[in-house]
C-alpha cells in the first residue's frame, strides 16, 4: 500500500504548550517558587524557544510507505565524520541554540559554562538521533550530521557566553538578577 501522511506540528507541539501552560497555572497557583512573576516568564520563553527548536528540527513529520518510502539505506544518512562538509550552512545551527545557552543559565544561575555545553550537545545529539530514528521508521529524508551537533554546541556556548557578557554591566545584571529571582513577582 503506498501512501504519505503529515502529522502538523500544532498537533503535537500544541497540545506540549498546553499542557506547560497547565502545570505552570497550577505551580503559580499553589505559590510554588520559581512559578511566578520573572522566573515563570523565562521558563515560558524556554517552552516557546524548545517547542521553536523541535518545530524546525523535527516536524512536520512525514510519513512514507510503498512506493513513497524512501529506499536509502539509513546509515547513508549519516555524517559521521566532523567538518569534512562544514560550511555557511552551520550558522543556522550555531544561532539557533544561542538562546539555550542563554535561557539555561537563566533557569539555573549557578550551571557553568561546561555544564552548558554538555546540556547544548547532549540536546543536539538527541535531535539528531530523533531525526534518524525518524528517518529509520518513517523514511522521511532527513539527515543526521556531526556538523550539527558541533554547530549547535558552539551555539550554545557562545549564548552562554553572551548572557556572561551582559551581565558585567550593572544595569544588565540587575535586570536579569529580576528574572532569576524566585520571590520575583511582577510589579
Do not use: C
Not at 42 to 57: K, N, P
Not at 89 to 100: G, S, V, Y
Not at 174 to 181: C, E, G, M, P, Q
Request: net charge positive; charged share 10%.
Amino acid at each position: 500500500m503506498d501512501f504519505q501522511t503529515k502529522i502538523p506540528t500544532a498537533a503535537v507541539l500544541g497540545p506540549a504548550l498546553i499542557a506547560f501552560a497547565v502545570v505552570a497555572l497550577a505551580r503559580q497557583h499553589r505559590g510554588t517558587p520559581g512559578w511566578s512573576g520573572a522566573p515563570l516568564a523565562v521558563r515560558a520563553a524556554t517552552a516557546l524557544y524548545a517547542t521553536a527548536a523541535a518545530s524546525i528540527t523535527l516536524f512536520p513529520l512525514w510519513i512514507y510507505g510503498g512506493a513513497y518510502r524512501n529506499q536509502a539505506e539509513w546509515y547513508t544518512q549519516v555524517q559521521p565524520i566532523p567538518l569534512i562538509l562544514a560550511d555557511i550552512t552551520m550558522i543556522p545551527n550555531i544561532i539557533m541554540f544561542l538562546p539555550l545557552g542563554f535561557l539555561l543559565p537563566l533557569l539555573r544561575p549557578r550551571i557553568s559554562l561546561r555544564r552548558t555545553v554538555l546540556v547544548s550537545a547532549i540536546a543536539s545529539l538527541s535531535i539528531e538521533s530523533l531525526q534518524l530514528l525518524q528517518y529509520i521508521a518513517f523514511a522521511n529524508g532527513r539527515a543526521v550530521d556531526i556538523n550539527d551537533v558541533i554547530a549547535n554546541t558552539l551555539g550554545g556556548l557562545l549564548g552562554y557566553a553572551l548572557l556572561r557578557a551582559a551581565q558585567r554591566t550593572t544595569s544588565t545584571r540587575t535586570a536579569l538578577d529580576r528574572l532569576t529571582s524566585p520571590t520575583h513577582t511582577a510589579e
